[in-house]
């Protein structure tokens, strides 16, 4: 116990200076913040320009390059479980967007499959800010859905009272941990996909599981903290989950960040269940549906 207190303190300790950061965020007026990320990236523009050899860092949701990504001060909001995060690289965050290694493998892939996007009726639940950029500066029209957040469509996943087969491409990127039956959501995203959709998701998943590690019954936030690393996950999944996946009916999938560059650093991390593993679920014809066409 005495040697876990000091490891969180030495995780509070070298994160200091982004904890001032936190501060300045709250008392610094919102146009303000704007104007130095505005800054930020023109200086990163015109770094681009002068120094292109030494830009070895690549965003695709912002598109920007830069010389080294940086660390991320969520560790002091008290929502993680800092040993989750001492032996991983905590420098992956886009110093312009903020995204993080399962974005930019997101990005490229949907970079390689953009015509497909741009045809299609997408929906995406609980979207990340950096995906947002990358859908609106390559013109990928969505439809949002959270449950909790600001979207287009107020939804819960798990049941969302859309009609049958309503979308082409679901997206789900960290969202199963959260949702109180995983399986019905699972469920829901097939229902409402249509015939050869696909379905997009990606979930902390734990190297030491196989399967699953779920609450069987309610736990406190800070019981969730310690299994599972986040005060509002439910479950971990392990490295195997990718069966639930094919149980729901789906053909599946992975989309691995080591099958892309360095530069956009596709590593384990910033915690050491983000594997940053996505899952392409294609939703196969059924017999009846051929038929249908055929007549």
Known sequence: MEVRNKQRQKVK?????????????????EPVIAALRSAKKAECTLAMKLLPRRMNYYCPCCGMRFHSFETASFLQSGMFNPVRYEKTNQRVFCPICRSMP????????????????????????????????????????????DLLSSADLKLD??????????FDVIIANHVLEHVDDFRAALKEAHRILRQNGCFICSFPMDPSIEW??????????????????????????????????????FDVEKIEGKDYPEEILPVVGPADYDMNILFCCRKHQTERTIADKEM
Request: contains cysteine; hydrophobic residues 35%.
């Open 13 to 29: 300790i070298s994160c200091l200076p982004i904890a001032l950061r936190r501060i300045c965020k709250r008392v610094i007026p």
């Open 212 to 249: 699953l590690d779920e609450e069987e019954e309610p736990l406190t936030a800070e019981e969730r903290l310690q299994r599972f690393g986040q005060n509002d996950h439910k479950r971990v999944f392990g490295m195997k989950a990718d069966r639930f996946l094919t149980e729901a009916g």
């Open 102 to 145: 399962r974005h930019r493998i997101l990005a490229l892939w949907c970079e390689e499959h953009k015509d497909y996007l741009q045809s299609s009726d997408i929906l995406y639940f609980a979207p990340e800010k950096s995906m947002n950029l990358w859908l609106k500066r390559n013109h990928v029209a969505c439809t949002t859905a």
């Open 157 to 166: 996943i798990q049941s969302t009272g859309l009609p049958d087969e309503s």
